[in-house]
């Protein structure tokens, strides 16, 4: 009868442990924010931004990466960005795809403009930059430093 007791106290000890456990990633996580205003951007290359990332400003998160999709017309990738109602872009604000480390890890960056109208629900940003290819740099480095010596 005593070691029932024991492990039944220490089954409901284990259960509670996993709960808080869910209780923090969830918060942590901020699954169960939501809202935004939806903006978006068309860019060449995402090199591997994904549905979920952080959007950015002055290094602080303002929102979410909440879509994306190939335009089939002109075959650029069209990312749907959801944005805290708090912050109010400007018309002539731009972003950019940008690396946490060189391992990897990607989020956009959002320069904010100067100007006075902001950029409405549904809008789009004028401005994009693609991601950057660290092979293609290299590549370019290699390749473009064996024409130098040629020359």
Not at 9 to 37: H, K, N, P
Not at 67 to 93: K, W, Y
């Amino acid at each position: 009868m005593r070691r029932s007791l024991l492990e039944t106290i220490t089954g409901a000890a284990v259960l509670l442990a996993a709960a808080a456990f869910v209780f923090f990633a969830y918060s942590t996580a901020d699954l169960g924010r939501g809202g935004g205003y939806e903006v978006t951007a068309e860019f060449d290359n995402l090199g591997g931004l994904a549905v979920g990332d952080d959007v950015r400003m002055s290094g602080i998160r303002i929102g979410t990466v909440s879509g994306q999709h190939l335009d089939l017309d002109t075959f650029a990738a069209l990312v749907t960005f959801s944005i805290d109602p708090s912050v109010r872009l400007p018309t002539d604000s731009s972003v950019k795809i940008a690396s946490e480390s060189l391992l990897g890890g990607k989020y956009a960056q959002v320069t904010p403009g100067a100007e006075d109208d902001t950029i409405p629900p549904g809008g789009s940003f004028r401005f994009a930059q693609s991601s950057v290819s660290i092979e293609d740099l290299i590549g370019r480095f290699i390749f473009g430093g064996a024409d130098d010596e040629k020359g």
